[in-house]
């Protein structure tokens, strides 16, 4: 009993996870091989016996991962308005990517891919964790929940064959935009840092270069420019299936 009250403990130790140590590269090698298998067996986990199994195991696994992530902010008190809030992009992208896995309806697996495949990649590439040692819950809730925030998005891309179109991806950017301007104005009024629309969660003495202004309208294009990338190199993936399917050379 005392080994779970000490994994969900509130109390800040001030040790932060290391970044690009043994334990990263552990974890990146594990996203590394999530996503091979996805992507090699795809065909044989859409048509095989598996296929909702490990769906749901995706789906009810960010859920959990959510939820237990805010009873434990509730009952221990360690966080504020100023960070608890699912706001940030991967938090939603999470909650959407569940739901179109366990619902199958397009507009959650719209924001869940476009959100989640870059929003998990940065988070897992760089991370900024809660001043706790491990073991602890907020360890694992970050790599649980951005893990399989990337596995869930591979799997509605590649197993489900969710089609990326441009009038999804306009409706994204429209949405994203509108969201980041309103959540701006939200981080100013309550002086918090939701997306990172303040000041960024790295070469922050660079950022702090700029005007303040104009580091936040970058910011907020630059999580456009993030869906747009995505969304082209998904569309070059795809043309070049297209011409080895019909024996014509990749590279023209």
């Not at 769906?55 to 939820?67: A, D, E, P, R």
């Not at 909650?95 to 988070?123: C, H, M, P, Q, R």
């Amino acid at each position: 009993m005392q080994s779970f009250w000490y994994f969900f403990r509130g109390e800040p130790d001030g040790v932060y996870f290391v970044n690009y140590s043994l334990w990263h590269f552990v974890m990146l090698f594990i996203v590394i091989i999530g996503a091979y298998f996805l992507l090699v067996f795809q065909n044989k986990i859409r048509n095989g016996n598996y296929y909702k199994l490990i769906k749901n195991i995706l789906g009810i696994g960010l859920l959990s991962q959510q939820i237990i992530l805010y009873l434990w902010y509730i009952f221990t008190g360690y966080s504020s308005i100023k960070e608890s809030l699912p706001l940030y992009n991967c938090r939603i992208a999470i909650i959407f990517t569940a739901i179109g896995l366990l619902t199958d309806k397009k507009l959650f697996k719209n924001v869940g891919v476009y959100w989640g495949v870059y929003g998990s990649i940065l988070a897992l590439a760089v991370v900024s964790g809660d001043p706790f040692s491990f073991p602890h819950y907020t360890l694992v809730s970050f790599f649980v929940g951005h893990i399989f925030l990337l596995w869930g998005t591979l799997f509605i891309l590649v197993v489900d064959k969710y089609s990326l179109d441009r009038n999804n991806l306009m409706a994204t950017i429209k949405l994203t935009t509108l969201y980041h301007i309103v959540l701006l104005l939200f981080n100013i009024l309550i002086d918090a840092n939701y997306d990172y629309l303040i000041t960024p969660p790295f070469f922050q003495d660079l950022a702090r270069t700029l005007p303040q202004f104009l580091y936040s309208i970058l910011a907020i294009i630059s999580f456009n420019i993030f869906i747009l990338a995505f969304y082209s190199i998904v569309k070059i993936i795809e043309n070049q299936n297209r011409k080895k399917q019909k024996g014509i050379p990749a590279f023209i």
